[in-house]
């Protein structure tokens, strides 16, 4: 049953289809539409989803391109000397604006400790060049014997390093 629903299916658009090149007199857009066309709506055609039609997210301390509104080419950032603004400029016209305020860009870097864990690899205890202790003791298996290193953990909270453990017996990492 499920096979002829789809063959009647398929006949329709073949329909449609012929009368796209003339075989009927009626309107081939509307034999096209009336078999069901694709399947697909206008969004599918373009492309769009419910995601794409809401508005852009705001960009605020981002990096956000601005663009001549005479010629489309990119603004780029500069001081007008005279007042000591920052200010957007075209590079082929003479058109500037204000900016809306002094940051043109703002880089903030994030790293927690257990971030930091993860991309550590737990063959590093093989690497002869790194020191080990002798009285670390390890959480998982309780082997003694650990290679350790500083990583910079500069979250939020506070401006500090970490000292990472690594057991060289079973590869398990911590941070003292």
Not at 59 to 81: A, Q, T, V, W
Not at 90 to 98: A, G, H, S
Not at 99 to 121: C, R
């Amino acid at each position: 049953m499920a096979a002829s629903g789809g063959g009647e299916h398929q006949q329709a658009q073949a329909q449609a289809i012929g009368g796209l090149f003339g075989d009927d007199d009626e309107d081939p857009d509307q034999q096209f539409h009336e078999a069901g066309g694709l399947g697909l709506d206008e969004d599918d055609i373009l492309g769009l989803d419910d995601a794409a039609v809401e508005a852009p997210p705001d960009h605020e301390g981002g990096l956000l391109m601005r663009f001549c509104p005479h010629d489309s080419s990119m603004l780029y950032p500069k001081e007008n000397p005279s007042e000591r603004k920052l200010v957007y400029a075209c590079r082929l016209c003479r058109y500037t604006e204000y900016a809306a305020g002094q940051l043109i860009y703002k880089n903030v870097l994030k790293k927690e400790v257990g971030n930091i864990l993860h991309t550590v690899p737990a063959d590093v205890s093989d690497d002869p060049t790194l020191p080990r202790s002798q009285n670390a003791h390890c959480g998982k298996c309780g082997h003694s014997e650990a290679v350790y290193f500083q990583s910079d953990t500069s979250d939020v909270r506070s401006e500090s390093l970490a000292l990472i453990f690594v057991c060289c017996n079973c590869g398990y990492k911590w941070v003292a």
